[in-house]
């Protein structure tokens, strides 16, 4: 939803903030007040292309900021962050666009640089505006499928998965055929390198063991002669084992003839224990290190073939044996031949067929959606004195090229104007008048489904009055439930259903012209849709009709 619009330096319009809310807002004023700029500054914001000319006379750049207030789920959201720039859910979405008097323009989006192609993509998700100028919203037709899926609540769900197991049976079918004629070229290469591997015989793991098991050998062999001497000069006949046993023996008959000699020999006995210790561990560590010259050179051997055989294929050698899987398996399919490719084929027939049955059915229901849309469509037309209006929802076959994750269906609206006149698309319309009071029927009829949050109608009620008029005023009343409208209007019918009411008023001092826009009070929203009842004069009955228009 629109929540601000500030405007500085835009043709007439020096300096201007206002502020909407939800529901239907109307913009009244003379013929030439300058409405007309009011809603170009906003198509500035939007994306419009940027004029030099729209900056005010005197002034160094036009500043158009508009901000609006979106639930974390809008389109827009998503948009943003698809395009990397920053989206805080529950904060303003802020755009700005500068045109400087020399030519340049720049946009920011949330304070961040943003193009005008990447404004007119967003604005779109914003705001629609329906006038006689107007060439987007309900008035692009690439738009209109969706639009009647919403309408018919039909679930593409199906189809859209259809279409994706259609394009991955035809990608498999496709590469498996690229690499049956890609192996086929490489059989002999293949064969040579599959028997290679197999005779090799790597398994998962082995050459890590292997590194591991011989750097234990090969550490084993560095240690061999230091352990050797370290045991000699513990245990052998003239080791420090044999001579401390020997003193314990003499120390022992002597322990008895002085204390101290008692508190050696207790200390003796402990360094034989801790001498026996590091006996046991000397000789665990040995039987941990001693190794086989024999399996030291196999597992050497081992080691040089399976990283040889990996160097020759270019990979680590933790991946030979998923590449022995993946050579075999390619040679095995170059066996199987055409019965592979056959069943592929089988595969994209039945996924094609999957998909024609699930785009026919809800080719089916938009048919049906369709015909229940131009009844709705119908109903709307003559209260808008457009009785002599058709409209009809084409639903055509799209060329097998064009079929989609959304059916094989093009839908596009079309009218006929005039009996015996044929039908058309919507922006053949000449009326813009004719054209803006169309839109309101077809939206009144989707119910708004698929629409912007923000609609803007330009002078929807040019050319009719009373109860067209009324009629206008009724159904834009209607939409405003279910979304924010502003509607530029001459029709006091259509002004008094306003929830809000501003005025725009151009003023000249002698020297500079301005545009002014204002909120109305409630006695001046009656002194203006009395102006606009009567015209230059207000008169007492105007007022008196005015305020029958507002209290109805």
Same mark, same amino acid.
């Given at each position: ?221 560095? *240690? &061999?002669?230091? !352990?050797?001497?370290?045991? @000699?000069? +513990? $245990?052998?006949? %003239?080791? #420090?084992? =044999?001579? /401390? ?77 998923? *590449? &022995?899987?993946? !050579?075999?398996?390619?040679? @095995?399919? +170059? $066996?199987?031949? %055409?019965? #592979?490719? =056959?069943? /592929? ?78 039908? &058309? ?128």
């Amino acid at each position: 939803m629109l929540t601000r619009l500030s405007i500085r330096d835009v043709v007439l319009i020096e300096a201007l903030d206002l502020r909407f809310e939800h529901g239907l807002g109307a913009l009244t004023g003379e013929t030439g007040a300058g409405k007309s700029i009011l809603l170009d500054s906003l198509g500035l914001a939007l994306g419009m292309r940027a004029d030099s000319g729209l900056v005010r006379n005197g002034a160094a750049q036009a500043v158009v900021t508009a901000s609006f207030d979106l639930p974390a789920d809008h389109p827009a959201m998503a948009l943003l962050i698809e395009n990397g720039l920053d989206a805080e859910p529950g904060e303003p979405l802020t755009i700005r666009r500068i045109v400087k008097a020399d030519g340049g323009s720049r946009a920011t989006v949330n304070d961040q640089a943003a193009s005008a192609t990447f404004l007119r993509e967003i604005g779109a998700h914003l705001v629609e505006i329906h006038g006689q100028h107007d060439d987007r919203g309900l008035l692009n037709a690439r738009g209109h499928r969706a639009l009647l899926d919403s309408f018919g609540r039909i679930d593409t769900a199906p189809v859209a998965a259809a279409y994706r197991a259609w394009a991955t049976a035809e990608a498999r079918l496709a590469d498996a055929a690229a690499e049956l004629e890609t192996a086929a070229r490489d059989r002999e290469w293949l064969e040579h390198a599959v028997k290679e591997l197999t005779a090799l015989g790597p398994e998962e793991g082995e050459e890590e063991a292997l590194a591991e098991e011989r750097a234990g050998m090969q550490k084993g062999a560095r *240690l &061999a002669d230091d !352990l050797t001497a370290v045991n @000699a000069h +513990i $245990d052998g006949s %003239d080791g #420090g084992s =044999a001579q /401390l046993r020997q003193a314990a023996r003499r120390l022992e008959r002597l322990a008895g003839e002085h204390p101290a000699l008692a508190e050696a020999m207790e200390s003796l006995d402990r360094a034989l224990i801790e001498l026996g210790e590091v006996e046991d561990r000397l000789a665990a560590a040995n039987d941990a290190l001693l190794f086989d010259p024999a399996r030291l050179d196999a597992v050497e051997t081992r080691l040089f073939e399976l990283r040889g055989l990996a160097r020759k294929h270019r990979i680590e050698p933790v991946g030979l044996p998923a *590449l &022995a899987a993946e !050579l075999s398996d390619r040679l @095995a399919r +170059i $066996d199987a031949g %055409d019965a #592979g490719i =056959a069943k /592929l084929e089988a595969a994209v027939a039945d996924a094609r067929a999957a998909y024609e049955d699930a785009a026919a059915t809800v080719t089916a229901k938009r048919q049906m959606a369709a015909a229940r849309l131009d009844t709705a469509v119908a109903t709307e037309l003559a209260p808008l004195r457009l009785e002599a209006a058709r409209f009809r929802t084409v639903v055509d076959p799209l060329a097998q090229g064009q079929w989609s994750a959304a059916g094989r269906d093009r839908v596009e609206f079309e009218i006929s104007t005039n009996p015996g006149a044929p039908f &058309a698309p919507l922006v053949k319309i000449a009326s813009g008048g004719e054209l803006s009071r169309f839109i309101l029927a077809l939206k009144v009829a989707l119910a708004e489904e698929g629409g912007a949050g923000t609609m803007i109608f330009d002078e929807i009620d040019r050319g009719v009055g009373g109860a067209v008029a009324s009629a206008i005023g009724e159904r834009l009343s209607r939409l405003a439930d279910r979304a924010q409208l502003l509607v530029v209007t001459h029709s006091p019918q259509v002004a008094a259903r306003a929830d809000r009411h501003w005025l725009i008023a151009k003023a000249h001092d002698g020297l500079v012209t301005r545009t002014s826009v204002r909120a109305l009070t409630e006695e001046e929203r009656r002194e203006e849709i009395a102006r606009m009842l009567s015209g230059a004069e207000v008169t007492a009955e105007a007022r008196a009709q005015a305020a029958r228009l507002l209290a109805a």
